[in-house]
């Protein structure tokens, strides 16, 4: 809670972590956006000024009031993001879940395309200097670097990003506000009207909005990055961004009132506002730009995957933690997966004005899955009912025409974000599902019966002693109850004699870092069960966890953990420690609906393709066995079988 509230203090470090860190995807998007909007039209004044005045709402309306103002409120322990935000509403509603998934999935499907469109945009501008420059390989080199570098730990780079972001919105602010100074009259874009106009008169309407909605495709890292930034740090340093991104889009749409009546072509207004002797040196800062908004998504994806994982929504997988800086992880196949993604949008898309025709279709769907989620929080906040309602009309409107804008680029690229979200998404569903099928046909006894059997087998050295310490990972939420499959494997699989039995529980908690510790002895030192409840971002290495609890007890005299074996209790030697893993195993049965047994296959595939439990729990494998055990789904009773003398 310290950390919780140091970090929500105005800094000047704070403001200039907040610029490096989650800015990087909004901030770049003048690189792109007015070139979308103008496209092959004919560029006139109301074109302009409706495209800027467009720019200029969505911003105001999407990004300064509902993320930076209202979502930003919806903070857990300091932590933000829809994970974190369906962790502090779930309670209220079991469906929440989908809108939670489907927010995660087209984040992740963001993950993939931002980093192409951007650096895409950024190294094109090379084609000014360069006629019949290849830009392609230039792309995919630096998208090769920058996911290559993942696995080493980005921090010693992270640290620049704040002043290469603060020079790059200083740098866009400045060319702008050139331009703005000898055409004023430009910032009557403003006034909503033009928006309106534009929107009302224009028969390319939805084309027009579904390219003014990538002005604001960054807005949710905003949200996202509220645990790395500080709210205050965000809502300050945003007023400074903001101003730097309207100068720099009022500034293009004065240099574009110059061309009226013609056609853009491929020319980029943001390159063309550049004096020639700068454009190289502008070029270099837009690629830097670029490469740090594409780190922060890489990053923001790696956080968004390791939540999804400790939610049970994604299967386990290897998170690695390359260095000490907070939130600095890396995970080795979404890193591989992203990049494949990359690779293949370059490659299928090759121009940055085509990738544009894919790109924001997911972020919309993001945004109105985070509307619904913020909507029920506000709820629980008992903010007053006709206060949700207008937020839900107005967002529910507005995202849902961003969205049909949005959906008319589905032929023309979208298709890709649609079939990348929609595979994502089937992941976290078949993952939850299947989990929560298996888990129904789990069964549970009661713990209290077996407490005598326990001690007596304790003590049986008729049965070869299998460990001193034997630990148990357990799903069951009650201490009075435990899975048939311990029992079974502790009494009868191949009885299993040892000093002390252990069983651990690891809770999740709706809170990010929460990390508490509860033991209650079951049979005075010879059963003791651990509850662990760890935050949604703890890392679970319940290996080290338990060992620290064990030292803590063994500190307070509440168990003794010295070997019995004779030559060894002389010494003092601490006796030994065996997991064992029991891997629940799903049999065929037709009582299971056929969208289950699809889920289970589906679930089977994934999990041959996730870290087995022990080594996602942080085991040390030495130590650890595996027991595979098929949970009965049905006994077929109706059939009558004849025995023959």
């Known amino acids: 809670m310290a950390n919780h509230k140091d970090v929500n203090k105005l800094t000047a470090a704070g403001l200039l972590i907040s610029l490096g860190i989650i800015y990087g995807d909004i901030g770049t998007s003048p690189l792109y956006v007015f070139k979308a909007i103008i496209g092959d039209r004919l560029i006139t004044s109301d074109l302009i000024l409706g495209g800027l005045s467009c720019i200029f709402w969505t911003l105001t309306l999407q990004t300064t009031i509902k993320y930076v103002i209202i979502t930003l409120q919806a903070d857990n322990k300091g932590e933000g993001g829809i994970f974190s935000l369906y962790s502090l509403v779930k309670r209220k509603a079991k469906w929440l879940i989908i809108p939670a998934m489907i927010g995660g999935a087209a984040l992740l499907a963001d993950g993939i395309m931002t980093p192409a469109v951007t650096v895409s945009s950024a190294i094109e501008g090379l084609g000014i200097i360069y006629k019949d420059l290849p830009t392609v390989p230039i792309v995919m080199l630096i998208i090769t670097f920058l996911f290559g570098i993942q696995q080493f730990g980005t921090s010693f780079i992270g640290k620049a990003f704040g002043p290469i972001m603060w020079l790059w919105f200083t740098m866009i602010a400045v060319l702008g506000a050139t331009y703005v100074m000898q055409f004023p009259e430009i910032l009557k874009a403003i006034n909503p009207y033009y928006a309106y106009h534009i929107l009302t008169t224009n028969p390319e309407a939805f084309l027009i909005i579904g390219a003014v909605f990538l002005c604001t495709t960054g807005a949710e890292a905003l949200y996202s ?62 690629t830097v730009a670029a490469a740090v908004a594409s780190q922060a998504l890489i990053s923001g994806s790696f956080t968004l995957i390791s939540e999804a994982v400790r939610l049970n929504l994604w299967p386990k997988v290897k998170i690695n933690y390359p260095s000490n800086s907070k939130g600095q992880l890396y995970v080795p196949s979404m890193n591989w997966v992203l990049f494949i993604g990359c690779i293949l949008v370059v490659l299928i898309f090759q121009k940055s004005e085509h990738m544009e025709a894919a790109y924001g279709l997911s972020i919309t ?67 939850s599902n299947g989990r929560r099928i298996r888990n129904r046909y789990m069964r549970f006894v009661d713990i209290e019966k077996y407490f005598p059997i326990i001690s007596k087998i304790s003590e049986d050295e008729t049965i ?147 870290v087995p439990e022990e080594r996602g729990f942080g085991l040390d494998l030495s130590f650890v066995a595996v027991e595979k055990v098929p949970l009965i789904v049905d006994i077929p009773t109706d059939f009558y079988l004849k025995r023959l003398d």
């Open 365 to 431: 769907v993001a945004m109105l899955m985070t509307t619904i989620l913020v909507s029920i929080f506000l709820m629980r906040k008992k903010v007053p009912m006709y206060l949700i309602v207008i937020f839900l009309t107005i967002y529910g409107v507005i995202e849902l025409t961003f969205l049909a804008g949005n959906a008319v680029k589905i032929l023309h690229g979208g298709w890709f974000t649609l079939i990348l979200g929609m595979s994502l998404f089937s992941i976290m569903w078949a993952w």
């Open 225 to 286: 990055d509220l645990g790395h930034c500080g709210r205050s740090n965000i809502r300050v340093s945003w007023v400074y961004v903001k101003i730097c991104l309207i100068l720099s889009y009022m500034g293009q749409g004065v240099w574009l009132w110059q061309l009226q009546g013609k056609h853009l072509g491929e020319i980029n207004p943001f390159f063309h506002i550049m004096p020639d002797w700068f454009l190289i040196y502008g070029i270099l800062i837009a």
């Open 464 to 610: 070869p002693k299998y460990a001193s310490q034997l630990v148990y990972l357990t799903s069951a939420n009650f201490n009075f109850e435990i899975e048939s499959s311990i029992m079974y494997s502790i009494i009868q699989k191949h009885p299993k004699r040892a000093d002390v039995y252990w069983l651990l529980h690891v809770d999740v908690t709706d809170e990010p870092f929460t990390m508490e510790y509860k033991v209650e002895q079951l049979v005075d030192k010879k059963l003791i069960r651990i509850d662990f409840r760890l935050g949604f971002r703890v890392e679970q290495r319940v290996n080290v966890l338990f060992r620290k609890v064990v030292e803590e007890m063994v500190k307070n005299g509440e168990i003794d953990i010295t070997s019995k074996y004779a030559s060894l209790k002389e010494h003092n030697i601490a006796g030994d420690f065996r997991f064992v893993v029991i891997e629940k195993v799903l049999s065929n049965s037709n009582s299971l609906r056929f969208i289950e047994r699809f889920t289970m296959a589906y679930y089977t595939i994934l999990k041959t393709f996730s």
